[in-house]
């Protein structure tokens, strides 16, 4: 059989070569049990249902003989007795198998939405490293696509296989009970029936992998393109995107092919072996029953336990193709669960005095980008910011500016040196912890599928409606929310897409505003403003700096020239600080900077 084509590009949770030799079997399948460890009592109520309805299906054939042998008797009180309890067992069956149905789904749902909730609040917590080497959406593809997969096994085929083997064992027990000779003809054909389930099992199991690999990836690819839908359409890039993902989807496809046709030709050998000995054993009975040595009834019981062994073998052959994708499909989530985050809380975490100062201490830090390691994103960076204190950082593309927020914020760890929020390394502090006195307005304001008032209330989830528009007001957005259809609880779309870029950076601000931390970073916070907006918005920011810790990465340096000290970085390192006054008189790199924004200003002088 041809190979198949590889996956996209390898993600960072692609276990290696020898790790995957280890998981290559249904074990990984035991990852599951902790999240259904919470259920036993339901799961062992759905075990009880599955034997006795097995039980109950072994029982019917014996009716059945009674019934069949009565005929010679003549007898209609005993024929009627035995048609009765058939009935009866048929009616116990199909409760038992109503209640195993309503059972074993419950636990499927129940357990599968736990799993869901592992995940997300897994990778939701996983710091940027992470996301550099996987997309977005192909985790979301292995938290719906894959978590389906395991939702179908465990509130349906894991029952079914279950219920199967039970069948196939006590038929199997039965047989022997019933007609010993016949049984050991049956047996010859299990060999036959478990090789071909083992050697394509395999197989089928690695192309479910891939398959599930590959359909992760057109996730991924549609996620992305449809978020940068505007930029895709203004490029007139429509037709290449439409053809990468087409070639995903092919790709996908024909490996699902390959899956298809090894699990046709499974279920095709399985049927063939196992029908084609019921119709030996049926040969053989008849030979018997004509020849005196066995009743009418006994081959019937025989036949029935027969075909309900060979339906229980075809049965477990096509569970054992959706164990083998079920497999995969946990393989998947479990790296996710077991990622390894490059950035982690501490066993014991600090405490920060209270109340917090706000004094942040970078100390001879160095950094660089996991994914461009041969290049210094901070190099030996030393500085003190005091508490209050308005600091502004300016520099060229790529100098190191918005790294310092990322530093701060604690989405990556230094390589080397520390920074500490009022004297506590921040390595030893809980995330979340140090994080709630921290505000942010980013550089790209991030506006959610809700209302303008839940969006500035994210920045504080219990402010009164009185403090979400306050803080509106402050960030020179109260007069455009209220303008909009349904003022403040005016839906604005995924992403603000019914907002200006103006309009979004302003509700980014209010946020900020609202948080009322002591610590407020704003890392091109006036970037998108026209120039009345940016005045407004600039009077604000500067009166809500005078009680906290200020940081401003800014580009343009009008924004920046009140600040009580500048901080010019260049290719990773402070080049220089002082106030406006002192940068330019003592010329570098901010001087030539200031010439180029303020030229006119500058002559003048």
């Not at 024929?79 to 009866?88: H, K, N, R, S, T």
């Not at 993902?245 to 030709?265: G, N």
Request: net charge negative; charged share 20%.
């Amino acid at each position: 059989m041809a190979d198949l084509p590889s996956p996209p590009p390898a993600k960072i949770l692609t276990p290696t070569s020898e790790e995957r030799e280890k998981s290559k079997s249904l074990g990984v399948l035991g990852a599951l049990w902790p999240f259904m460890k919470p259920y036993r009592m339901l799961l062992a109520a759905a075990t009880l249902a599955l034997v006795a309805t097995a039980s109950l299906s072994l029982t019917l054939p014996l009716a059945v003989r009674r019934v069949v042998d009565s005929f010679r008797s003549g007898e209609a009180a005993l024929l009627d007795q035995y048609f009765l309890a058939a009935l009866g067992i048929a009616a116990l069956l199909a409760i038992g198998t109503g209640l195993r149905f309503a059972l074993v789904t419950r636990l499927g749902e129940r357990v599968v939405a736990d799993i869901r909730k592992a995940i997300f609040g897994r990778v939701i917590g996983m710091s940027p490293a992470f996301y550099e080497t996987i997309l977005s959406g192909e985790v979301l593809s292995r938290i719906t696509t894959d978590t389906t997969l395991i939702q179908s096994v465990i509130g349906s085929s894991v029952s079914i296989a279950l219920r199967n083997l039970l069948i196939f064992i006590g038929g199997m027990a039965l047989m022997v009970l019933t007609a010993p000779g016949l049984t050991a003809m049956v047996l010859l054909i299990v060999p036959a029936v478990v090789v071909p389930i083992l050697v394509l099992g395999r197989r089928l199991r690695a192309v479910s992998r891939t398959n599930q690999d590959w359909i992760a990836a057109s996730s991924g690819t549609a996620s992305e393109a449809l978020a940068a839908v505007q930029t895709v359409q203004a490029f007139t890039h429509e037709r290449e995107t439409r053809g990468e993902f087409d070639d995903i989807i092919e790709t996908s496809f024909d490996v699902s092919k390959v899956r298809i046709w090894i699990r046709a030709l499974l279920t095709v050998i399985v049927i063939f072996l196992v029908f084609s000995g019921i119709v030996g054993i049926l040969w053989l009975g008849a030979n018997a029953v004509r020849s005196g040595s066995m009743t009418e009834g006994t081959l019937v019981q025989f036949v029935i336990y027969s075909v309900m062994v060979a339906g229980s073998v075809a049965a477990l052959s096509e569970i054992w193709s959706e164990l083998q994708r079920a497999a995969g499909a946990t393989e998947r989530l479990v790296e996710l669960l077991h990622a390894r985050d490059s950035v982690g809380d501490p066993e014991k975490a600090a405490t920060l005095p209270q109340p917090v100062r706000g004094e942040i201490e970078f100390d001879d830090v160095s950094f660089r980008y996991p994914t461009r390691p041969d290049t210094a994103a901070l190099d030996g960076v030393s500085l003190t910011i005091q508490p209050g204190e308005t600091v502004a950082f300016v520099g060229p593309s790529g100098a190191g500016k918005t790294t310092i927020i990322q530093m701060i914020l604690r989405f990556y760890d230094p390589l080397s040196g520390a920074v500490r929020l009022d004297g506590v390394d921040l390595r030893d502090l809980d995330r979340n912890g140090f994080r709630r006195h921290i505000a942010l307005v980013p550089q790209d304001p991030v506006i959610f599928a809700a209302s303008a008032r839940e969006n500035i209330r994210f920045g504080r989830p219990d402010a009164s409606d009185a403090e979400v528009e306050a803080a509106a007001r402050a960030a020179a957005a109260h007069d455009f929310i209220t303008a909009l259809p349904d003022g403040y609880d005016s839906y604005v779309g995924e992403r603000g897409v019914m907002l200006s870029g103006g309009q979004k950076q302003r509700i980014a601000i209010a946020r900020a505003i609202l948080r009322d931390a002591p610590v407020l970073l704003l890392d091109e916070a006036t970037s998108a403003l026209d120039a009345e907006s940016e005045r407004a918005v600039q009077q604000a920011v500067d009166g809500l700096a005078r009680d906290r810790t200020t940081l401003i990465v800014a580009h343009r340096l009008a924004t920046v020239k009140k600040a009580d000290r500048i901080v010019v970085l260049d290719v990773g390192g402070i080049v220089a600080t002082g106030t406006h006054d002192d940068l330019v008189a003592e010329g570098g790199l901010y001087a030539r900077l200031a010439r180029l924004q303020f030229s006119d200003s500058i002559a003048a002088e």
